[in-house]
T-cell receptor
Framework: DSGVTQTPKHLITATGQRVTLRCSPR?????VYWYQQSLDQGLQFLIQ???????AKGNILERFSAQQFPDLHSELNLSSLELGDSALYFC?????????????FGEGSRLTVL | DAKTTQPNSMESNEEEPVHLPCNHS???????IHWYRQLPSQGPEYVIH???SNVNNRMASLAIAEDRKSSTLILHRATLRDAAVYYC?????????????FGKGITLSVRP
């Protein structure tokens, strides 16, 4: 158990819809990272938040957005969903904003878009 | 970005040592070598990392070539639970090179 909690574990929705994925980092960790894992693209970094502020951006689509709240949990919002958005979405956390330390990953949220 | 090259897959027998190779010929002097693994239906999990010297921890050992252009992750006694995708990743100290960028990894199968 990494200490990172993601909900929901599974989500099935239709094209065009909007979903929110939630992540609670390990106690005391200030950084949250979101990754997408699909069969054809592998694990892709989407975005990082540190203590409520966006810190780094990766291959995140404009239809996707994220935020980190004062209690440090984070939400990833996916809108106008397409079939290709079906993937595993992982959240990770680390104590600091730097990328130099170990990242602790949650078990992921599996999104299926029909 | 400095890249790593790993075989697609490897098989091993339970309770035998496993050596997972990784080539990184374009590694820079400040790049750390990180290994993560991803068990089936789970998120990635940190295994070990090193810079120049060989490293040991409770999960594995990391052997780094003297020229740092290759490294080997060593699992001393493979168990069925070690069947996973293992990712060898180079991480710099700052900027884009410090991000944890996953490649395809090597899929390790462990035979009973």
């Amino acid at each position: 158990d990494s200490g990172v909690t993601q909900t929901p574990k599974h989500l099935i929705t239709a094209t065009g819809q909007r979903v929110t994925l939630r992540c609670s980092p390990r106690s005391g960790d200030l950084s949250v990272y979101w990754y997408q894992q699909s069969l054809d693209q592998g694990l892709q970094f989407l975005i990082q938040y540190y203590n409520g502020e966006e810190r780094a951006k990766g291959n995140i689509l404009e239809r996707f957005s994220a935020q980190q709240f004062p209690d440090l949990h984070s939400e990833l919002n996916l809108s106008s969903l397409e079939l290709g958005d079906s993937a595993l979405y992982f959240c990770a956390s680390s104590p600091t904003g730097a990328w130099t330390g170990e990242l602790f990953f949650g078990e992921g949220s599996r999104l299926t878009v029909l | 970005d400095a890249k790593t090259t790993q075989p697609n897959s490897m098989e091993s027998n339970e309770e035998e040592p496993v050596h997972l190779p990784c080539n990184h010929s374009t590694i820079s002097g400040t790049d750390y070598i990180h290994w993560y693994r991803q068990l089936p239906s789970q998120g990635p999990e940190y295994v070990i990392h090193g810079l120049t010297s060989n490293v040991n921890n409770r999960m594995a050992s990391l052997a780094i070539a003297e020229d740092r252009k290759s490294s080997t992750l060593i699992l001393h006694r493979a168990t069925l639970r070690d069947a996973a995708v293992y990712y060898c990743i180079l991480r710099g100290l700052t900027g884009a090179n410090s991000k944890l960028t996953f490649g395809k990894g090597i899929t390790l199968s462990v035979r009973p």
